[in-house]
């Protein structure tokens, strides 16, 4: 179910445009179910001026944060954040972003809407220069105490101690949509740069708005309830002119607005390595050791370790496989060499938050890439990819709408194992077991047995929604 729906024909409407205040040719052209159980279905419009989409009523529709205080007295949300760090951070999508720009002239950097604060500490760390983020829900509290950054847990207009500061740059990805003055937003932002300083904004753009997209990008795109607007390329260009920014340059990147602003043209670079750049932030981050939380040091381990193979990196491997071994077992009495015990354990999970308790959530990846270095130095993967296969298997049966990502691990995982099997004479029988249970757990997850489209769809949904990190407390698990 998308949760979506056109309307044959669009209905007019004299509801203001909510970007440009345009009332006249505007258009209701779709509906939309709230991401809220409790809420009715929300209505979008199509600006006939500026031609972004706007919500209909959104001063009742779209619902704010939820207070900080009451995620952390979940004893739960600590898992939400360990779920944040070590799988879905984001830094793989806004590093090529971050490392075009002409940092080293920075010597300060604002954060708006950071989350647990990752991307804000890669350029506190990669960039060395002093760091500050703002977000108002309960992750910037706890991602604060656990990297050591400074967050303010605040809005921007309610942050006392911006109102004195200026700033080299300031970026705030996926933020623009959720507030309901983006001219006023711009300008507020530019108030606290520097002379000479840049802004970057990523923000959806309208052009996903159409009715051959897929469904699930479609509903990322509008995400009901906490979206304000849709803006087209020009009108965000548009509003960043009137905002005083003589430079602003716009470009569309995979139906997502990414906007260079500042008061003078920007040479952005084009020569940059994702890969090897999060292998060197990662390897300074595990150089802190003792001085970091033991579940994110681990995870920081883990994310070295994958970098550093997606990038070639040449780095001590066996050294770096013992202490993540060596820390699975500490913290979670994990032996890789008894894999039936750590199947049997990870199977009693039924949520989200048993399997962090069981496992690191990068454990998949880990294992995946582990028997992928084993397979190309010529030894034995051992029973790596079958244990990938069933863990990623598992988090799917448990919370496919956040372990999605696993989908990939458990399709490449399988893969392998076909392929080995046709090098081989027989299975041993510990991988027979693994299998096993692998294809008990996969036949539950109904996900998996969706047509190719709608499961595309899905799992494209999800990646763009990964911007949209208040949802992922508290929306429903439909869809």
């Known amino acids: 179910m998308s949760g979506v729906s056109w309307i044959d024909s669009a209905t007019p409407t004299n509801h203001p445009c909510i970007v440009c205040g345009n009332r006249v040719g505007n258009a209701i052209i779709l509906n939309a179910s709230h991401w809220h159980p409790d809420y009715d279905q929300l209505e979008v419009a199509r600006c006939s001026q500026c031609h972004s989409a706007f919500t209909l009523n959104a001063t009742e529709m779209i619902l704010p944060y939820p207070a900080a205080e009451a995620a952390l007295q979940d004893p739960n949300f600590i898992y939400l954040i360990y779920h944040y760090l070590e799988l879905v951070s984001g830094l793989d999508w806004k590093l090529p972003l971050l490392e075009r720009l002409p940092f080293s002239r920075f010597n300060s950097v604002l954060e708006i809407g950071c989350n647990v604060g990752v991307t ?5 760390t990669a960039w060395d220069i002093d760091a500050l983020g703002l977000e108002p829900s309960a992750y910037g509290v706890k991602g604060g105490e656990l990297l050591k950054l400074p967050i303010i847990n605040a809005y921007t207009h309610e942050a006392e101690a911006l109102h004195d500061r200026r700033f080299s740059f300031i970026y705030a990805t996926e933020v623009l949509e959720h507030v309901s003055d983006p001219l006023a937003f711009l300008k507020e932002l530019r108030s606290y ?4 300083g840049i802004l970057l904004i990523t923000t959806p753009c309208v052009s996903a708005l159409h009715k051959d997209s897929l469904p699930g990008e479609l509903y990322a795109a509008l995400s009901p309830g906490a979206h304000y607007f849709l ?11 009137q905002a005083g920014f003589k430079h602003a340059d716009v470009k569309l990147l995979h139906q997502t607005n990414v906007a260079y602003l500042s008061d003078k043209p920007i040479e952005l670079d084009t020569d940059y390595v994702v890969d090897s750049q999060l292998a060197a932030y990662y390897a300074s981050k595990i150089n802190q050791g003792a001085d970091i939380d033991k579940r994110v040091y681990l995870g920081h381990l883990i994310n070295y370790y994958t970098s550093a193979l997606n990038a070639d990196t040449v780095f001590d491997e066996p050294d770096i496989s013992q202490q993540i071994e060596h820390q699975l077992s500490l913290q979670f009495n994990i032996s890789l060499d008894r894999p039936l015990e750590l199947a049997q354990r990870a199977i009693q999970a039924e949520s989200i938050f048993d399997l962090g308790k069981t496992i690191p959530y990068s454990l998949p990846s880990y294992l995946y890439k582990r028997a992928e270095y084993l397979n190309r130095v010529g030894a034995a993967t051992e029973h790596c990819y079958e244990l990938a296969a069933l863990l990623a298997a598992k988090g799917l049966q448990v919370d ?5 990502l696993y989908h990939h691990i458990l399709q490449l995982s399988l893969q392998q194992i076909g392929i080995l099997d046709n090098s081989r004479q ?7 077991q693994l299998r096993g249970i692998t ?8 996900e998996l047995h969706e047509t190719p489209v709608n499961l595309l769809s899905r799992i494209k949904w999800k990646l763009r929604a990964l911007g949209n ?9 439909g869809e």
């Open 231 to 241: 803006l087209s390329q020009n009108e965000l260009e548009h509003l960043a002119q």
């Open 400 to 404: 496919f709408t956040h372990l999605f």
């Open 469 to 477: 990190r208040w949802r992922l407390i508290n929306s429903p698990d």
């Open 426 to 432: 027989k299975t041993d029988p510990i991988s027979g």
């Open 439 to 446: 294809e008990s757990i996969t036949a539950t997850i109904p």
């Open 120 to 124: 804000l500490d890669y350029c506190r």
């Open 193 to 196: 740069l520097e002379p000479g």
